[in-house]
């Protein structure tokens, strides 16, 4: 089983937003979301958004919104 992690980073790396899915579909979405509501002023300071993904929910932050 594939789960996608969604997350929001600020400039320390500390996460700020996360969402799990297990629908590719649904990450993608909410990536192009969290990416577009970072303002020009936080990217400039550091913030990101990253997809990624991990094999077990286990695997998945604590503090995540877990949707399945």
Not at 27 to 36: L, N, R
Not at 44 to 53: C, E, F, K, N, P
């Amino acid at each position: 089983m594939t789960i996608w992690i969604n997350e929001q980073l600020d400039p320390l790396g500390i996460i700020y937003a996360c969402i799990a899915c297990d629908s590719e579909t649904e990450a993608q979405a909410c990536h192009v979301s969290f990416q577009e509501n970072l303002t020009a002023d936080q990217k400039a300071d550091g913030w990101v958004a990253r997809l990624r993904t991990v094999e077990s929910w286990d695997d998945v932050p604590v503090n995540a919104l877990k949707l399945s």
